[in-house]
């Protein structure tokens, strides 16, 4: 069983770069046909893609994030990282981790597009 734990800071001020960490068990990150996503819910809005790491190291993102979003991964601890640059209150939101067999689309998703969830971190950007 496929397992996902989201840790970071919970509280960020704006312009700051906001990092996070999803530790996978229960699978590697470096097999199958998975892909990793990072997803985001800012209060009272819809489920948002941020983007993906393959399993086999190619990362996707979504065209409504800025350029110079990062997601990385660290194979020998099995985790997925994400970074955003120069945080706005507005990306304030619960940030999920989760993973797909394939890279499912990218915009309108569900629970249901991915296989398993983290828990979720919620992230406050603070003025």
Not at 1 to 12: D, F
Not at 37 to 48: A, F, H, M
Not at 49 to 65: K, Q, V
Request: glycine share 10%; hydrophobic share 30%; proline share 5%.
């Amino acid at each position: 069983q496929v397992q996902l734990r989201e840790s970071g800071p919970g509280l960020v001020k704006a312009s700051q770069t906001l990092s996070l960490t999803c530790s996978v068990s229960g699978a590697s990150i470096t097999t199958g046909d998975y892909y990793w996503s990072w997803i985001r819910q800012p209060p009272g809005k819809g489920l948002e893609w941020i983007g993906a790491m393959s399993f086999d190291g190619i990362d996707y993102y979504s065209p409504h994030f800025p350029s110079d979003t990062v997601i990385s991964r660290d194979t020998s601890k099995n985790q997925i990282s994400l970074q955003l640059s120069s945080v706005t209150p507005e990306d304030t939101a619960v940030y999920f981790c989760a993973n797909s067999d394939g890279l499912v689309k990218t915009s309108g998703i569900t629970k249901d597009d991915f296989a398993s969830w983290g828990q979720g971190t919620q992230v406050t950007v603070s003025e």
